[in-house]
């Protein structure tokens, strides 16, 4: 467990949905996706899709680009507490009811379900050679499965609950973080293992392509090791908790981020904090370096997925900016337009806009849910006997989607004000046509 309340991923839902509640109005003109705070991030290798997963239980993929979301995956029951994206072009989702789940584009349902561990899972890692993946749980183990397939098996057992893991470049050993405050580099061929205590809980690490591991301890500060475990130095990157830590491509950054929100950007070879970035999106959950660009993508507490420049500390935007549809554009001054930005990542308005991760709302008045054509469903929806109306849909976001459509992958969203509900629905009516 991270060295925070474990209650905290519940408290922090709580929070979100009051949050939700007293901030309706501004929230509903945000474009966001997640129904809850972005507790983990990845990035493809190519650095086109970013995958991110949230307390809200739901992981979603987006263009970073394009800035729209391409699918919702939806296949736990809990939070989603680490996400990795493989060299082969699918995704991995672990939580906090245990599993971690394969997913290739374009499906779905989850491909495989390689582990299942006893208590949550805090962390993956993908072995250097990619064939590999690794989960750290607070169950206290490490497991490790093929990813071409095969059974997994228990690479370490510790007292303690685990909060990170990390691969040797090598491949042939793993490095662990601990509630215990030890950091354990553990040979995978059965050698002896080197435990180094820290002193304090290990809440997330990340090991460089020289070997080097950086370390972020609970009370702010990251330690940086060499693969043997000698300690080269520290730094203060926060004041409180460290939650996540990355390094950039080229290895020669170290962007830590701490509970209350801050991330400083860290250069390694001098351990100097280089800058800390400030700005809209804070407190931040999860980060992940941008393969390909000097970006730097965070997720926070506001439920988006925002760009940073790495090397000016510049704020870029959030990912979710779909472009507006023509709808959008001919209606712009309707009051309803925009409380639909927060719709507009996952769904099209127009004839030919097509489906994104949610389908086309194009002809959705007077349809029945579940069967806009060419779009994948979840069982829940198809099952339903619901006919969308202006009616049918106020109440949908009334009282949320995970009320009124038990079973749906569409993230959970409410919009509290009663004339922002009926702005949006007015505006859905007559941007499809139906008015
Ligand atoms: C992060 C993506 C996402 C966002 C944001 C989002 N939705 Fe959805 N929506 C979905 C998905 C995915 C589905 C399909 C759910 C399923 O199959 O269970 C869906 C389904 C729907 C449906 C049912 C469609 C049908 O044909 O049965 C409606 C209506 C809808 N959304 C409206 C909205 C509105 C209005 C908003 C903004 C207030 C919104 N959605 C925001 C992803 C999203």
Known sequence: MLAFPRSLARLTRAAAACLAILAAPAAAQEMRGHGGPVRALAVAPDGRLAL?????????????????????????????????????????????????????????????????HEAP????????????????????TVRIAPLAGGEARVATTQRGPLNAVGFAPDG????TGGHDGALRIIPLDGGTERVVELGLPVN???????????????????????????????????????????????????????IRGS????????????????????????????????????GGGDRLVRRWLATSGEHLGAVIMARPTDALTRLADHPGAEVFRACAACHTLDPDGGNRAGPT??????????????????????????????????????????AYTPGTKMPEQRVTDPEDLKDLVDFIAKATGAE
């Open 361 to 402: 709302l194009h002809g959705v008045i007077g349809r029945r849910i579940g069967t806009a054509p060419g779009y994948d469903f979840s069982p829940a929806l198809r099952s339903m006997d619901i006919v969308w109306t202006k009616e049918t849909i106020a109440r949908l976001f009334e009282i949320g989607p995970t």
């Open 204 to 258: 997330a690490l990340a090991v460089a392509a020289d070997g080097e591991i950086a370390a972020g301890l609970a009370d702010g500060r990251v330690i940086v090791l060499s693969a043997a475990g000698q300690q080269r130095g520290q730094i203060r990157a926060a004041e409180t908790p460290i939650v996540a830590v990355g390094l950039s491509p080229d290895g020669r950054r170290i962007a830590a981020a701490g």
């Open 52 to 116: 991110s997963g949230s307390f809200d239980s739901s992981a979603i993929l987006w263009d970073i680009d394009q800035g729209l979301a391409v699918s919702v995956l939806r296949g736990h029951d809990s939070s989603v507490n680490a996400v990795a994206a493989l060299a082969d072009g699918r995704f991995v989702t672990a939580g906090e009811d245990g599993r971690v789940l394969i997913w290739r584009m374009g499906r779905p349902e989850p491909e495989a379900r390689p582990i299942t």
């Open 121 to 140: 899972v805090a962390a993956l890692a993908l072995s250097p050679d990619g064939r590999s993946l690794a989960s750290a749980s607070w169950d206290g």
């Open 172 to 175: 042939r050993s793993i490095v």
């Open 263 to 298: 991330v400083a950007i860290i250069d390694r070879q001098g351990l100097a904090v280089e800058r800390v970035l400030v700005g809209p999106g804070l407190p931040v959950w999860s980060l992940a370096f941008r393969p390909g660009t000097e970006e730097l993508l965070t």
